[in-house]
């Protein structure tokens, strides 16, 4: 019987060159170029993958045209982030929530996903400030699943302040919100079919325990 050497090991992905590295995003070992050109584009890379974490840390989001940016009626200032911002810690960190539920099957959530949810609920709330409602929902299911987890969300923290008698939370408020965190989203995808930089970028303002405004850093100046 032939036993195989390291040296006639060749990378799972390209089978050509041989394996530098493990890969748990396709569970063997692989060469270090096929890491860096199928990470997130053809693997769905684990988010504390140590070669992902790495990449992060070189990774610059291309930019987008100020023409691209949707919803750019909808002003947000530096003031009214402050002066939302425990509103923005809550849909932040339910949206990450979202992101990462294992119900939505994770593994396949990736940022175009986020951005598609994100995209229809302010389409909602734009309605709702018309005096309408209509409530429209991805054809993505990934997507819809995580619009109706924030929609869930809304509900259940206004039903909270009712019964506390405090001040209710407007529409106009959240559809700024919003629309700051989508705008987020747009400057922080890195445009790989399967990337998570934005959710990946969450992690890191919003902590997936309970937190309160002054156990996460501040978006304003993103």
Not at 22 to 47: A, F, H, K, M
Not at 193 to 216: M, S, T, V
């Amino acid at each position: 019987m032939e036993v195989i050497g390291p040296s006639s090991m060749k990378c799972k992905i390209c089978n050509t060159r041989k394996p530098r590295r493990y890969c748990p995003g396709v569970g063997g070992d692989i060469c270090s170029i096929c890491c860096g050109s199928e990470r997130e584009v053809t693997v769905n890379c684990p988010l504390d993958c140590v070669y992902l974490v790495e990449a992060r840390g070189h990774e610059k989001a291309p930019p987008v045209p100020t023409e691209q940016i949707p919803n750019q009626d909808v002003r947000i200032s530096e003031e009214f982030l402050r002066d939302h911002e425990p509103l923005l810690i809550f849909l932040g960190a339910k949206l990450l929530e979202a992101s990462l539920d294992a119900s939505l099957e994770t593994a396949s959530v990736v940022d175009s996903d986020v951005q598609e949810a994100l995209e229809s609920l302010i389409r909602t709330y734009r309605t709702l400030e018309s005096g309408l409602y209509y409530e429209t929902r991805p054809n993505n299911l990934l997507a819809a699943g995580i619009h109706q987890k924030i929609q869930d969300a809304v509900q259940e923290l206004r039903k909270e302040l009712g019964e506390k008698g405090s001040t209710p939370i407007r529409d106009s408020e959240i559809l700024g919100i919003l629309v700051f965190l989508e705008r987020v989203g747009l400057h922080q995808r890195n445009g790989r079919p399967r990337g998570r930089a934005f959710i990946d970028y969450l992690r890191g303002y919003f902590p997936q325990k309970q937190a309160g405004p002054a156990d996460a850093p501040s978006l304003i100046q993103v």
